[in-house]
């Protein structure tokens, strides 16, 4: 089965950290950038960090500097590194790529999302 798998959200005081991964069944190593995107409680999804295939990164400015992202190609697998997380920060965070199908060909597809609670 084609798919997306996220992991590691939690809850987490304010300043604290949390990890979270993305596994896909297959490779992600298509020519398209990998996504992290995240959606607030009665607010529309919003991308938070991208990294291309050969690891090029871009973020928004709300997670610049506290969040990095990362890939491991060999695992299938994209991380997000959350630091110094505030209570603005609380969402559903959701991986978004390209994953490889048995036929050959890509498939874009959104994970079902780890939720990230930040206390104050």
């Known amino acids: 089965q084609v798919q997306l798998v996220e992991s590691g959200g939690g809850l987490v005081q304010a300043g604290g950290s949390l990890r979270l991964s993305c596994v896909a069944s297959?490779?992600?190593?298509?020519?398209?950038?990998v996504g992290w995107y995240r959606q607030a409680p009665g607010k529309q999804r919003e991308l938070a960090a991208t990294?291309?295939?050969?690891?090029?990164?871009n973020y928004a400015d709300s997670v610049k500097g506290r969040f990095t992202i990362s890939r491991d190609n060999a695992k299938n697998t994209v991380y997000l590194q959350m630091n110094g997380l505030k209570p603005e920060d609380t969402a559903v965070y959701y991986c978004?790529?390209?994953?490889?199908?048995?036929?050959?060909?890509?498939?874009?597809?959104w994970g079902q999302g780890t939720l990230v609670t930040v206390s104050s």
């Open positions: 990294i291309t295939r050969t690891g090029s990164t």
């Open positions: 297959l490779s992600i190593r298509s020519p398209n950038a």
């Open positions: 978004n790529a390209d994953v490889l199908t048995t036929g050959g060909s890509y498939l874009r597809l």
